[in-house]
């Protein structure tokens, strides 16, 4: 809360946020906080000496409260190393094809040579 009220103005595009990984209890979790301000249609109730709001002195632009958005990350790590085991597959396939094929021109190319020499 404190980084919002210091950092997040209303007027910031995109819209000032703090975001953090944090694990728990072995899970890795996104936490994404953005700052929600008072707006000019907010303060005649907020200020009103007679409302229910325990501040009275609120301004346009004021953290009024944050938006809190916990993302687990399970799926998206499960689907990154599904997908990088994939590419690692593709490219050691690549890579065993070009030897093989590299192997067999040689000795392709060796062939040739010696059935030229007779």
Same mark, same amino acid.
């Given at each position: 809360?404190?980084?919002?009220? *210091?950092?997040? +103005?209303?007027?910031?595009?995109?819209? &000032?946020?703090? *975001?953090? %990984?944090?694990?728990? *209890? #072995?899970?890795?979790? /996104?936490?994404?906080?953005?700052? +929600?301000?008072?707006?000019?249609?907010? /303060?005649?109730?907020?200020?009103?000496?007679?409302?229910? @709001?325990?501040?009275?002195?609120?301004?346009?632009?004021? =953290?009024?409260? =944050? /938006?809190?958005? =916990? !993302?687990?990350?399970? +799926?998206?790590?499960? @689907?990154?190393?599904?997908?990088? +085991?994939?590419? %690692?597959?593709?490219? #050691?396939? *690549? &890579?065993?094809?070009?030897?093989?094929?590299?192997?067999?021109?040689? %000795? #392709?190319?060796?062939?040739? !040579?010696? &059935?030229?020499? !007779?």
């Amino acid at each position: 809360m404190q980084y919002l009220e *210091t950092h997040a +103005r209303p007027t910031d595009e995109p819209a &000032a946020a703090y *975001t953090q %990984f944090v694990n728990e *209890t #072995g899970r890795r979790k /996104l936490l994404y906080y953005s700052a +929600r301000h008072m707006e000019q249609s907010c /303060l005649g109730c907020h200020n009103d000496p007679k409302g229910r @709001s325990p501040k009275k002195d609120w301004a346009v632009g004021d =953290v009024v409260g =944050v /938006l809190k958005i =916990v !993302r687990p990350l399970d +799926r998206e790590i499960e @689907s990154t190393q599904r997908g990088l +085991r994939g590419a %690692f597959v593709l490219m #050691g396939t *690549t &890579a065993g094809l070009l030897v093989i094929a590299s192997v067999a021109v040689s %000795f #392709g190319a060796n062939w040739r !040579r010696r &059935a030229a020499q !007779r």
